[in-house]
């Protein structure tokens, strides 16, 4: 309903604004009365944007929004009527004009509270699909519909009537009676149809409020929350960036040397772009944060202005202005959603009305300043030799567009960002793939995490009871640990994992993943974390290394996921040293016989498996050489133990970490002083899913 109500409103705004031009006989009056048309309905929005939120938050949204549309069902009839009834040109015109500000104004009533009342009619997961429908109805395809359907309408009246039709078939009189209608039609479904629009669960802001109360809040709210004041900037910023190009635009085709065709096919792939982005960006980005893609996108439309900015072809201006499109259509799609679902019931309608008033008037200065700027400035132009380049004011303008749009987008994402610490790209990549990654979880960190890696009979259960004592001895808490198998849990998994046979009662790969995983997220829940978070030196035989190393690089499982797997179980905890353990399979193997136990499971696997698995671990480790102490596992152990506890005690002393601080194992607690800062171990999936690639 709301779409063919659309329809009928471009049909109103073109019909209008044609119908005041037919009214006046010279092209300068016309030209007059058409763009006059065009500023009156965007005028009043200076005037009612504020009050029109307050009216939203204040009554009941149904109510309003049925007389809006009762009000403008006649507005909308009483232009073509004015005229039928006789009246002169210039009252018709003056009629047409201020019918067109009042029903601006009573538009502006109408969308704040239409605006709020939709996230309360559908579920929140479906809230972008619905936003995607209504800004595709409404700005892809309703209004071609609404040109197309007017020179339709005025080739058939023409044709029947054979010659000038008479008045009341205009084809502009009846698209406005067609608009009045919808509005009437629009009137009734809400009033009979919707009625949930009224059910909204408690109005604290209510009439008990005072408007001027109401206002102060509302400006309030925007500019103390963060998420809000991203968005309001952020909107803001594309549209200025939208207004500048379309401003520009004419200018911008001159120095292209192309023609009027080349204007609107710019013009024309703006609009492609808004449809590829509203359309097709969900699609695209799948997972990724709403709020980091309204800031990103702002980036690409206005990365994509500098690059108009530097078009020195037409191709490259229509690539351009598609991706303006494309960023600005994801940006609002974005935009609507994060207004929609993130802010509360009762503020909702004012926000709504800033943004619906601000958009307006900052495209209406971008596109006027910037068109008399370029026109003023448009003849000061340096070309540069041969390259058919013209450095003229158009493109300095659309620079400086581009770069100003490119800070606010930056600034909304900084201050809407609900990521802190995930990097950008990787995370953007991540989505693409279905695998967004996810925020580290943060806790007070004060001890020090060492994991021995390495293959097979490599000696690691040998070097962490070594480390074990050596740190022991120096008054540290340690925490000896191992995976799988530290915990209950852990020792029925390793079971599964090590104990069962080959054929079908093995685990499949994934499933042999998933299972480490297990046992890892609840080993470092119940073991690691509150060991560091005591302040404990936590020495483990395995950690994410061995899953990458064995699932990834043995079992050929892709590395990145395995990757993302271990990042989710830990939360994305990594250990402050890992020492790697290097030693040909064939000497580690046998070490590992020469024990006199079974070969389990994945003792089992091929030499081949095993080579993979070493050459995994010694990758991940040139990967992050800081991090790593990487030993050749032939020498004595004694030489290993002793390299081993020189590295930690130079990272215990780098640390801080103190032994008269911590709690001793015997549960007796040392004399307290102050506590040092927690350290944040916040990480991203993403430093796993780099290191796994490294
Ligand atoms: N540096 C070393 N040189 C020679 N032998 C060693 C060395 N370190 C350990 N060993 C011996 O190798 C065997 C395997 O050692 P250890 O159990 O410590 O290895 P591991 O890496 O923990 O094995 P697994 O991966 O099977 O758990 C043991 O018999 C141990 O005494
Ligand atoms: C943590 C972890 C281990 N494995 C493998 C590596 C070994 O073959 C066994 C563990 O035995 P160990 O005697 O305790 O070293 O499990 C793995 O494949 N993936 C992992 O994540």
């Given amino acids: 309903m709301l779409g063919v109500a659309s329809l009928g409103d471009w049909l109103g705004l073109l019909a209008t604004s044609v119908f005041a031009a037919t009214q006046v006989e010279s092209d300068a009056a016309k030209g007059l009365a058409f763009g006059g048309v065009i500023a009156v309905r965007l005028l009043p929005a200076l005037v009612l944007g504020p009050i029109a939120g307050i009216l939203a938050d204040r009554f009941d949204r149904r109510y309003t929004m049925v007389i809006c549309d009762l009000l403008r069902f006649v507005l909308f009839a009483s232009i073509p009527l004015v005229a039928l009834l006789g009246a002169s040109g210039g009252v018709t015109v003056t009629w047409a004009a201020v019918a067109t500000f009042l029903i601006e104004a009573v538009t502006l009533i109408w969308i704040p509270a239409k605006e709020a009342a939709v996230p309360n009619l559908i579920p929140r997961a479906r809230l972008e699909v619905s936003n995607q429908l209504t800004l595709i109805t409404t700005y892809g395809i309703t209004p071609v519909l609404a040109a197309a359907v ?10 029947i009537s054979s010659g000038e039709p008479p008045a009341w078939v205009e084809p502009a009189q009846l698209a406005l009676y067609f608009n009045s209608l919808s509005r009437l039609a629009t009137a009734l479904v809400v009033f009979f149809g919707i009625k949930e629009i009224s059910g909204r669960g408690g ?4 009439p008990g409020q005072s408007v001027m109360k109401q206002f102060v809040e509302g400006w309030r709210f925007i500019g103390k929350t963060p998420l809000v004041r991203g968005l309001v900037l952020g909107i803001f910023g594309a549209f200025a960036g939208g207004g500048i190009v379309i401003g520009t635009a004419r200018f911008f085709t001159n120095s292209l040397s192309a ?23 969900p699609m695209v980005i799948r997972e990724l944060s709403r709020r980091r893609w309204f800031g990103m996108s702002i980036v690409l439309a206005s990365a994509s202005v500098l690059l108009l900015a530097a078009a020195i072809h037409l191709s490259m201006a229509i690539l351009g202005a598609i991706l303006v499109g494309a960023g600005a259509g994801m940006a609002f799609l974005a935009g609507t959603t994060l207004l929609g679902g993130e802010i509360a019931d009762e503020v909702r309608g004012r926000v709504f009305a800033v943004v619906q008033t ?5 495209l209406m200065l971008a596109i006027s300043l910037s068109s008399l700027l370029v026109g003023v400035g448009g003849s000061r132009e340096l070309r540069i030799a041969d390259l058919g380049i013209s450095i003229s004011s158009t493109r300095l303008l659309l620079l400086a567009a581009g770069v100003f749009g490119i800070f606010a987008g930056i ?15 990787p995370d953007l990549w991540g989505s693409v793939r279905g695998r967004p990654l996810s925020v580290g979880e943060s806790f007070a960190r004060s001890g020090l995490f060492v994991v021995f890696e390495g293959g097979e009979g490599a000696g690691k259960s040998t070097q962490v009871n070594r480390l074990a004592a050596a740190v022991g001895e120096q008054g ?7 995976e799988p198998g530290a915990t209950d849990i852990g020792v029925r998994i390793r079971t599964l994992l090590l104990s069962d046979g080959s054929g079908p009662s093995a685990p499949s790969p994934r499933a042999e993943a998933l299972l480490y995983a297990a046992d890892r997220a609840h080993h470092v829940a119940t073991v690691v974390r509150p060991a560091l978070a005591r302040g404990a030196v936590v020495v483990s035989d395995r950690y994410v290394d061995s899953s990458l190393a064995y699932q990834g690089a043995g079992r ?12 989710w179980a830990t939360g994305g905890l990594k250990p402050d040293l890992v020492v790697l353990l290097d030693v040909d399979p064939a000497v580690g193997l046998a070490r590992a016989a020469g ?6 499971r994945l003792e089992s696997e091929s030499v081949a498996f095993h080579e993979r698995v070493r050459y995994a671990f010694l990758d991940l480790a040139a990967a992050d050489p800081k991090r790593y102490l990487v030993l050749d596992a032939a020498l004595p152990a004694d030489d290993i133990a002793r390299a081993v506890a020189a590295r930690v005690t130079e990272l215990l002393a780098g640390h801080g970490t103190d032994p008269g601080d911590r709690t001793r194992a015997d549960g007796e607690t040392e004399p307290v002083r102050p506590p040092k800062p927690p350290q944040d171990d916040r990480m991203s999936m993403a430093d796993n899913a780099v290191e796994a690639g490294r």
Avoid: C, N
Wanted: glycine letters at 14%; aromatic letters at 8%; hydrophobic letters at 45%.
């Fill in 259 to 281: 023609g009027d065709a080349a204007f609107y096919l710019l013009f024309g792939s703006i609009f492609v772009g808004l449809a590829i982005g509203i359309g097709l960006g």
């Fill in 358 to 362: 601000g958009t307006r008037i900052v």
């Fill in 476 to 482: 540290h808490e340690v925490v000896v640990t191992r």
């Fill in 411 to 425: 600034s909304a994402f900084r201050q809407m960002d609900d990521k802190p610490g995930v990097p950008v790209l």
């Fill in 595 to 600: 024990r006199g136990t079974a070969a389990d």
């Fill in 556 to 567: 050929t499982l892709p590395v990145d996921e395995v990757s993302w797997l271990s990042s």
């Fill in 150 to 159: 007017l020179a339709a309408l005025d080739r058939t009246v023409r044709g």
């Fill in 203 to 206: 109005r604290p802001d209510g």
